[in-house]
């Protein structure tokens, strides 16, 4: 048998009929970039995850640099994050000028360890960035307390986490911004990049919006004032319908970005949407037979927290001996994945940050013994009990 780690054309296959009636409606609509279906995706995405504004952009890595910019974060600015997660992270935070400060997981939920966020706060800090990590919420009680306390912004890196909840409240609505990511193997995905910022916060949204389409026009004007504290009322364009000429769209307020999640993308993702509450309740029954059938083996099953209705984006255990059952694995068709092989602060291209090895344990720990096995949604029950008598044998 062959069992990859996630399989898109069994997706596919299983909603193809809608998703090829909607691609050719784009495309013989010939209307590729905003219009009706960004729209409307962004309204879905919105009243699911229980937000006021959600703004889509090219990709989650865009969302998270468009986040801290709304947010005014950028040269000579601190931001604390988890080492223990996608480079995307981080490399937000250093793509705004600003400098990612690393903190250590906890071993059981390999999320960001709120009694070691304190111990780096400095003058510079200026916000945190949880990573709701293999799709379960970080502690965001005790990280919302801290930000208060030294009023410091909270972006929740919620890339691998759409549809997560914590006590009950959906991941996205559990700090001042949230990013998404639709890359492909996310638990909602599209058919290339695609990324979403969400909030309540009226100002962080405009100045968002402003940034994905180059800071121009009326709402680049508002976006300038916003982040330069200037009252003044913004002239709005009166000559009729502005989608056919709007001369204010050539007036440049700020330096943004070219990010924009494209029609087609969007009508793909009004499509999975619907579905993606099955999926994941789908990767939480295959996870339970996982639990179930692993945890008195040789590898250690994942923690989730009472507090957490996690998503599974992956399902990640521990092997004292990683490599030799990674091999095995393969041998047997199999396929697995190292999330991370290399923690953060370890990186080369952030050796002149000064961390080195020892510095963060857990991180480092985990680093060497984990990995993720198939629990997309359209397994079978064979393939499920063949990934099991595989672990076990
Ligand atoms: C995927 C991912 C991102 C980046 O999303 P892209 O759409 O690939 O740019 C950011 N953070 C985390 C934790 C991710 O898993």
Redesign the pocket.
Known sequence: MNIPLIDLKAQYKSIAEDLDRVTKEVLSSANYIMGKNVIEFEKEFAEYIGVKHAISVG??????VIALKSLGIGNGDEVITSTF??F??AEAISAVGATPVFVDVEKETFNIDPTKIEEKITKKTKAIIP?H?FGQSARMDEINEIAKKYKLKVIE?A??AVGSKYKGRMVGTLGDVA?F???PT?NLSCAG???MIVTNDDSIATIATALRTHGSGENGQRAYNLLNNITEEVETFKGGDDTVYNPLKYYNYLIGFNSRLDAIQAAILRVKLPHLNVWNERRREIAKIFDRELKDSNVVVPTIDKENETVYHQYVLQSDDRESMLSRLKEKGVATGVYYPIPLHLQKVYKDLGYKEGDMPVAEYLSNRTFAIPVYPELTENEINYIVESIKA
């Open positions: 990709n989650g890595t865009d969302a998270l997660t996608y995307a992270s990573v990590i890196d890339a691998q990013c990511s639709f890359f996310k990049d695609g990324g």
